[in-house]
């Protein structure tokens, strides 16, 4: 008796204590701060989740690994088992795949990537759920120095969760249309139908019957069911327009539509030089849906703006990101980022994140396009796709090196260089703006690798050390250390983990030197830039190939010189087609030496008295040389 | 009469590809078994035991003799048994719709458990000659809905018996063959076997000699779930497709478990201990992806069990006091019908453990009558993730008293609490909730007999729920015990056990 008498009330008090204790490290450690000191310093490494690293077999749901379309198992447990893997790289920026839970699959294919958007306040559950999301952030940011962490984030659309009732029979369909001998045969599909700017219209063999009706599709066991949050289900927010066709045949479309003349077209160089085509284009581009059935919201609607507003500010307060890569820029209209991004930025300083940092996806490389999504407290930089087709032009096919100084000047005139208020800073404390922090890169993963068309290591490594140099934030593709050269989507989604993670290959040994020589080297971070050298000579001209600058900062002047040239040696000289050496911002005099790769302390040159300096650089070779 | 004859609800037993929990049910008799075979089967040769046995044994045995009415014979001493387990319901929430458990913790109360029946049959031979002895066993396990309730014919059953057992060939021996459940002492309470709780087909060797109970028993299963067996469409040897067992492996589980029987400590305190072992061991496999042909391997694995009961009885009339504890790794720590989830990374149960601490009691007057339950169980999954909400504490604690205002007509009440405190965050509200529930029941009791143990047994229930914010959060967010932190129940139950193969 006395034996159970004693018992019972440990246990009542055991439960008592278990129940109660409400909260362990996950939960009450995790806060929200500033983790910047100047978004310049950072190195950026891009990262598909589903394909980094698979660190919790548990949430393996609807893996196939031989299916490039699904999801392989890569979670947020995988890159925390790898952070010494980044560290030892040396990048100091995560970005990493939208967050959200995604419908699972459409046509075939899985959203492993996360642009399908089903629930924008939900974790995915392949990747973990939210404590393991703040655990990888809290991971990260617990590294000295801090890795910043930046979330990949979608406005535009969300996944194909409706369809268009074009017959209005309740169901969606598919079916071919014409005879195929007294007319074309062609296909419809009520899922992603095309674009018609009346918005898609209902159609039965009578003809036209108004605006097709959206339907919303309910089949939970693949999470395809309407969007949450619930507001998300107006069929007012959307566009309902159908999918955009304008794409490669921009004339054709605006000549069918009606908006510009055969006359027009003939006369003109590009679309783009039509006023009433380039107005057609973005009415397809920012209203219609995006291919692949991805309906597009009409963000042109306050109350729009405001909940992506709090579903994405809802996504720094939940996990501590600090920065935001936003996907499809230039599928949404100007205004909604003048209304966004500013709403971002005053949240994330109220929530003691001074140096909140937003870069957008424009996939164009019609430079000024980019530029104009910088201006009017839009967003702080964008990722760099006009400069990514220079560097092919100059790195693989052989182009002239004037024409990334062609670029570099339309810079200052296509990008805002007025700062944001809330806006990123310096470590100074001075606004940055956008043309010191536009993100630069050589692949992604929606472009093939920089080795799928061009299998030169040599090349690569130019490439890569061009990207590290300049002024701006480098940005690496998973994958690209390791010598990936996979094509087009899905094949440059590789498995990270076939590469065993090396870090004993040459390219992975290059980029380390480059983390390292940035790390270093502050003028190569923060530093103003002056071209000091480029050349239209492609061929056996003694400077063909050769770009050279100068990165200066508080007095610390570095010079870096590259040769994209792939078969001969070149020089910062024109002298034997007429020009001079090149002129440096050294006092006459100085002697420089290169501190990179080798390191050869008789890798030497002295400013003449006229302040040039001639240097000469190896095939695919760059140097780096500071005052001694 | 015996206590005995209860369902359990498995949680930690999921199936991959089936929607939730998989819950298995099957009756057990084990308390009054254990108590009982000495004093019944084993009085020749122990009866010491026989004359010591617990008043549930002594029930038991008092039950089974009454019913193993000998059948004529010229030849052989035989006897046909047949006995029944069952328990249903008429209930409701109060707002039209039928009862739900509302259960947080893996072993909740019982007192809202929906129906279950079971129909036992048994034969035995007792050979003319010498002691040699032989009885058949089958149960018939009856799963919920009924027929009257669904309008559906087809009922859900199973065959939870099916074994032989013979006795009489050695001294102290018994020996059995077949399938079989197989397990010790229960929480009535809670519907739970703590310690001790096996389903398999194999067969198993027991040795009583006085006081000392010596258990050994192996078996195997091999589940339909495509973590132990797949069928594979092949090209066949003529036109079209032909079916192969690709994947077949087949657990081996084996279990030893001691008894040592202490009567008469003192003039009012009888007790047993107990200790416990158990042993898995999955062989290696291969699953094949029947779209892309691939194969995943799936590696070979193992688990065990060890735990320890303490039993008290005879401080009170038909009183009595168990304490569990178990300690499980590995494949054990699922169950031996589990099918792991949250494997390591390796594809194996490694780093996954279970442990359970646990009680129950009944103690009785001529007025009164108490039964309690209390237990603790920490489980942790084999994946690397710590912080997800697999990996868990849960508890609950539970009181039924009853005035037993005359011999058939009891007052009962119902007192209990249940949490779990998972490792991981909500889904919906993004922070770490602990869901309680705290459960009140009153019913109106109509008796075989005086006794919380006394069935059959009619009772008329009214339960008041209360669930905290983490309680409701437990369930899907379309489910109607979602909406309200109050919840109501009403119903007749009735439940019996009469007769039944207890062993």
């Known amino acids: 008796m006395m034996k159970q008498a004693g018992i019972l009330p440990i246990l009542m008090i055991l439960a008592f204590i278990l129940g109660c204790v409400d909260g362990a490290a996950v939960d009450e450690d995790f806060e929200v701060g500033s983790h910047v000191e100047d978004w310049r310093d950072e190195i950026i490494y891009q990262v598909m989740v589903d394909r980094f690293a698979n660190g919790d077999r548990s949430n393996d749901f609807n893996v196939d690994p031989v299916s490039e379309a699904a999801y392989h198992g890569g979670d947020w447990q995988g890159l925390i088992d790898r952070l010494d893997y980044f560290e030892e790289l040396g990048v100091t920026a995560l970005w990493i795949s939208p967050v959200v839970k995604n419908v699972e699959e459409d046509a075939g294919f899985a959203s492993y990537h996360g642009y399908w958007a089903q629930d924008f306040t939900s974790v995915n559950p392949h990747f973990g759920d939210l404590a393991k999301l703040r655990e990888f952030v809290n991971a990260c940011h617990a590294r000295n120095p801090p890795i910043k962490v930046i979330l990949d984030v979608v406005v535009n659309h969300i996944g194909q969760l409706f369809y268009y009732d074009i017959n209005r029979n309740g169901q969606p369909d598919e079916w071919l249309t014409g005879s195929a001998t007294s007319s074309p045969l062609s296909r419809a599909t009520e899922w992603d139908p095309d674009f018609d700017s009346r918005g898609v219209q209902a159609f039965t063999s009578m003809g036209e019957s108004g605006s097709a009706p959206i339907r919303w599709v309910y089949m939970p066991e693949i999470s395809r069911t309407p969007p949450m949050p619930e507001e998300f289900q107006n069929p007012d927010w959307y566009n309902r327009m159908g999918r955009v066709t304008v794409w490669g045949r921009e004339k054709d479309a605006c000549l069918t539509e009606g908006v510009i003349t055969r006359e027009e077209a003939d006369n003109a160089g590009s679309w783009r030089d039509l006023p009433a085509c380039e107005a057609y284009v973005t009415l397809q581009e920012t209203r219609g849906d995006f291919p692949g059935g991805l309906k597009d919201l009409d963000t042109t609607l306050p109350e729009v703006r405001q909940a992506l507003f709090k579903v994405f500010a809802d996504w720094i307060e939940k996990a501590d990101f600090d920065g935001f890569r936003i996907d499809t820029v230039k599928h949404v209209e100007h205004e909604f980022f003048q209304y966004f991004c500013p709403q971002i930025r005053q949240f994330a300083h109220s929530l003691g994140k001074e140096n909140f940092f937003m870069f957008g996806e424009v996939f164009d490389g019609y430079d000024p396009l980019l530029g104009s999504y910088t201006h009017d407290d839009e967003l702080d930089s964008l990722f760099y796709f006009s400069q990514k087709f220079a560097i092919d032009g100059v790195f693989k096919y052989n182009g002239p090196t004037s024409g990334l100084e062609d670029l570099y000047q339309q810079r200052l005139a296509n990008y805002s260089r007025t700062s944001k208020p809330n806006g990123p800073v310096g470590a100074d404390g001075a606004s940055l703006v956008p043309t010191q922090l536009l993100v630069n890169f050589l692949d992604n993963h929606d472009l093939p690798r920089f080795l799928y068309d061009f299998e030169d290591i040599d090349a690569l490594h130019a490439a890569l050390f061009y990207q590290f140099t300049i002024d701006g934030l480098p940005c690496l593709y998973y994958g690209t250390e390791q010598e990936f050269d996979g094509g087009n989507d899905p094949a440059n989604r590789e498995d990270m983990w076939k590469s065993g993670y090396a870090t004993d290959g040459p390219t992975f040994r290059h980029v380390q030197k480059l983390t390292a020589l940035r790390r270093d080297y502050a003028p190569l971070r923060r530093g103003d830039f002056t071209i000091r050298w480029s050349t239209d000579h492609v061929a056996d001209e003694q400077d063909a190939g050769i770009y050279a600058f100068e990165r200066e900062y508080k007095g610390e002047r570095i010079l870096v010189v590259i040769n994209a040239h792939g078969s001969h040696a070149a020089r910062t000289s024109a002298t034997d087609t007429g020009g001079g050496e090149m002129t440096v911002g050294f006092p006459a005099g100085t002697r420089l030496v290169n501190v990179f790769e080798d390191a050869d302390p008789n890798d030497e040159a002295v400013v003449s008295g006229n302040q040039t300096v001639n240097i000469v650089v190896p095939a695919r070779g760059g140097k780096v040389f500071v005052a001694r | ?503």
């Open chain 2, 1 to 503: 009469m015996p206590r005995m004859n209860k369902v359990s609800s498995r949680p930690n037993a999921r199936w991959s590809g089936a929607s939730g929990w998989w819950r298995v049910v099957f009756p057990a008799w084990m308390l009054a078994l254990l108590l009982a075979w000495p004093s019944g089967l084993f009085a020749q040769d122990a009866p010491a035991v026989g004359e010591e046995a617990s008043p549930v044994a002594e029930t038991a045995e008092a039950a089974e003799t009454a019913a193993a009415a000998p059948v004529e014979s010229t030849s052989i001493e035989h006897a046909f048994t047949f006995g029944s387990y069952g328990r249903i319901q008429a209930a409701g929430d109060l707002k039209g719709h039928p009862a739900q458990d509302i259960n947080v913790a893996g072993h909740g109360p019982r007192i809202l458990e929906g129906p279950y029946a079971e129909l036992d049959f048994g034969y035995r031979m007792e050979h003319p000659k010498d002691d040699f002895a032989v009885r058949m066993q089958i149960t018939l396990a009856l799963f919920e809905d009924f027929f009257h309730f669904t309008g559906d014919v087809d009922q859900r059953m199973g065959l939870r018996n099916l074994y032989a057992e013979a006795e009489g060939f050695l001294p102290y021996v018994k020996l059995w063959l077949g399938s079989r459940m197989y397990r010790g002492d229960d929480i009535y309470l809670f519907d739970y076997w703590p310690l001790d709780n096996l389903n398999t087909v194999g067969g198993g060797v027991g040795v009583f000699y006085k006081a000392l109970e010596i258990k050994w028993q192996a078996g195997v299963n091999r589940l339909t779930d495509d973590f132990q067996f797949q069928e594979l469409e092949v090209p066949g040897r003529g036109v079209g497709a032909e079916s192969v067992v690709g994947l077949d492996r087949q657990r081996f589980i084996t279990s030893l478990k001691g008894t040592y029987h202490l009567f008469d400590v003192t003039d009012h305190l009888s007790m047993k201990v107990s200790l416990y072992g158990e042993f898995h061991h999955l062989p290696s496999g291969g699953f094949t992806n029947s779209e892309t042909q691939t194969k995943e391997d799936l590696p070979s694995d193992l688990g065990w069990v060890v735990g320890a009961q303490l039993g008290l009885w005879d401080f009170a009339p038909h009183g009595h006091f168990n304490l569990f504890l178990r300690y499980a790794e590995r494949l054990a720590a699922y169950g031996e019908w589990g099918v792991p989830w949250g494997l390591n990374n390796n594809d194996t149960t490694d780093g996954a453990q279970e442990l359970v601490a646990g009680f129950s009691l009944n103690w009785e007057s001529r007025w009164v009558g108490v039964m309690g339950a209390g237990y603790v169980r920490k489980f942790k999954d084999a994946d690397p993730n710590e912080v997800d909400l697999d990996d868990f504490w849960e508890g609950a604690l539970a009181a039924r008293p009853h005035i037993f205002i005359t011999d058939h007509f009891h007052q009962g009440f119902e007192f209990s609490y249940q949490w779990r405190r998972p490792e991981g965050l909500s889904v919906i509200e993004e922070t770490r909730l602990v869901p309680q529930v705290w459960q009140l029941s009153v019913m109106e009791v109509l008796s075989w007999d005086r006794g919380t143990y006394e069935r059959p047994q009619f009772r008329l229930v009214y339960t008041l729920s209360h669930l905290n914010k983490g309680a409701r959060d437990v369930f899907p967010l379309e489910d109607r015990r979602r909406d309200s932190a109050w919840q109501h129940y009403f119903g007749a139950q009735v439940e019996w056990w009469f007769n039944s193969s207890y062993r």
